[in-house]
């Protein structure tokens, strides 16, 4: 496999890991956003959340709390993306907690679109009944 992600895993690319498990590993980045921008991947590969397994995703969350914890910052970013359009760089599905200080971290621009109220109506119906 060519995934860069999947080769960390094995081992055949080194990264400065800082936690790892059966089923997750996480490592700071190597084109930081801002100190202790750090990465949590499953080692299972799937390229979007919706592909991975309950068991890896159950995991993730609590081991992000932690990194917090760890990282004592107040202010921060997760940041997952899922395909190219979403900004995703590398196609196996992945978390970023990115630190936010004064000068450093995740820049966010928001263009919001205007929805009716009965056009938020009918699409909150619509994933109701698929969900």
Same mark, same amino acid.
């Given at each position: 496999?060519?995934?860069?992600?999947?080769?960390?895993?094995?081992?055949?690319?080194?990264?400065?890991?800082?936690?790892?498990?059966?089923?997750?590993?996480?490592?700071?980045?190597?084109?930081?956003?801002?100190?202790?921008?750090?990465?949590?991947?499953?080692?299972?590969?799937?390229?979007?959340?919706? =592909?991975?397994?309950? =068991?890896?995703?159950?995991?993730?969350?609590?081991?992000?709390?932690?990194?917090?914890?760890?990282?004592?910052?107040?202010?921060?970013?997760?940041?997952?993306?899922?395909?190219?359009?979403?900004?995703?760089?590398?196609?196996?599905?992945?978390?970023?907690?990115?630190?936010?200080?004064?000068?450093?971290?995740?820049?966010?621009?928001?263009?919001?679109?205007?929805?009716?109220?009965? =056009?938020?109506?009918?699409?909150? =119906?619509?994933?109701?009944?698929?969900?």
């Amino acid at each position: 496999m060519d995934c860069i992600f999947c080769k960390i895993v094995s081992g055949e690319i080194p990264c400065s890991k800082i936690y790892e498990s059966d089923n997750l590993i996480a490592f700071l980045d190597i084109s930081p956003l801002s100190i202790g921008h750090t990465l949590v991947i499953p080692k299972f590969h799937s390229e979007k959340l919706h =592909e991975l397994p309950d =068991e890896y995703l159950i995991e993730i969350l609590p081991l992000l709390k932690k990194i917090a914890i760890a990282l004592n910052i107040k202010d921060y970013n997760l940041l997952q993306n899922n395909g190219a359009r979403a900004h995703q760089a590398v196609n196996h599905m992945h978390f970023h907690i990115i630190p936010k200080t004064e000068s450093h971290g995740l820049k966010i621009e928001w263009d919001p679109i205007i929805q009716s109220s009965e =056009e938020l109506k009918n699409l909150a =119906e619509k994933l109701i009944n698929k969900i």
